[in-house]
């Protein structure tokens, strides 16, 4: 479960835009009940009209997300702590009839007050006014408080981002982890949510008189930071528009969407002893244990989320208990690779979960068996013993194709919202071909695929719900163990009474690509 989604709690467009008769200005507007967001710039509009000579106008977008609850799933261990997690703002194009401008850049701007969503809907004629009613427009955060500037207060420095759009259509998907994870810590900025506007080149706006003054610009020839009697290269942007939170579409709403590479690559059931064919990170084997305790993971209470120490034996030769001493393990201490030490030092990953990485040399005779014995140190208790079946590393006289067959054992054909759902894999290679002995006494071995990343697509029209994530995040890597691969869902992602689609991605070193797999999982969330 390595991506979640913080739909926004508050949205509202604001505007400077002229009325019908080009004269008067909508700034008292509120459209936060809008199911739409636009932002524009239009200059010139207003030529000819009283008073007003060249000037713009101009939309804003603000926009806020229930960090709170970022920060109370990070308390709880659903969202890995900073350093461990991506965040990115996510908002979806609205195709709309009019104009769409190409070529511009939008400035995100942390807002650095408190501001009312409102209940205005109307973004043709600007006829919902705020008056004493909660709402934010272009002159007021609130019903009770005006902006600082008109238009919003912005904090400046370096927290402000910019999202490029080339033919104006395109979607936003920007990386604001920073903002995010300040505004979990409020050291310095309070969370207000965004700001969505044209850039200064693009939007010809001055935020003070001062400003405008330093320009060479008179006082006269402006009027609440947007400048009148405009000579020069400007052009109209008109006008870009997204879903709004109360959108009908569930896909389109606009979202903080966490990625996380959130995969268990259990390697007991692909252990290796060491090889001079490998590098030496590629000999390191990662053992997990898992602590449950009557169904549920649990730390163990004398390590909390402390250390546990793993030795390595032979198993003696009448029954499968450790015999004789350790074997002498190569294993990481902090970040080099060392030999000719025991125990392993393993550490804490999550709850009841602990992990850590040894290398074995088999030596001219490499046992078949062996045992993993984790304790508690010196005197400490010991508190379980796995069995590893290891493998030795072979050269091959030809390049393998890398073609498999995968079923999913335990796919259900409905699902529900309320649960986070474990989809198990069987992966064998295709071209497979047992003996009349190996039917009738063996069952067919799982291929564990070492790098393999999910999708989950919409049956109806094939929407890409979750699309492969195999970047810097690895947000859809599979998981494995000794039983094969895994991958876990929250399927609250998903619009329920849909069908949907997993499909499958493994990566093939020998072309250095990512392969998708031919089969289709399908099932319903209901």
Known sequence: MAIKRYIADADNTITNAFLEDLSTRATGSNM??????????IYGQGSGSAGEGKSTEISRILIKFPVGNISEDRT??????????????????ARHSQTTPRDFTLDVTPVNRAWQEGTGMDMNNYSDLVHDKPGSNWMSASSTAGWTIPGGDFYTGSWGLTASFDIGNEDVELDITELVEEWIGGDQLSNYGICLKFTSSQEPYFSSSAIAEDNGIA????????LHNLTGSYKSYYTKKFFGRGTEFFYSRPAIEARWDSS??????????????APPEENMNTLYLYNYVRGRLRNIPAIEDGNVYVDIYKPSNSSNEPSGTPLTQVVREASEICSGLFPATGGWVSTGIYSCSVGITGGTTPDTLLLDVWHGGDAGETYFTGTIYPKTLEASHYNPGGRYVTTMTNLRPIYSPRETARFRLHVREKDWSPTIYTKASKNIENTTIDSGSYRI???TDELEVIPHNTGSDLATFLSFDVTGNYFDLEVALLEKDYAYGIGLAYYN???????????TFKFRVE
Not at 509 to 519: P, T
């Open 32 to 41: 936060g009940a809008s199911d739409i967001l636009e932002v524009f710039t």
């Open 76 to 93: 709880n261990s659903l969202v890995p702590a900073s350093g461990s997690v991506s965040f990115y703002l996510k908002m979806y194009n």
């Open 219 to 226: 006082a006269a020839e402006h009027e609440n930071g947007v």
């Open 264 to 277: 268990t690559r259990d390697d007991r059931g692909q252990f290796y002893y060491s090889s001079s064919l």
């Open 457 to 459: 697509f919409r049956i």
């Open 509 to 519: 070193g020998s072309i250095d690509s990512w392969v998708e797999q031919s089969e």
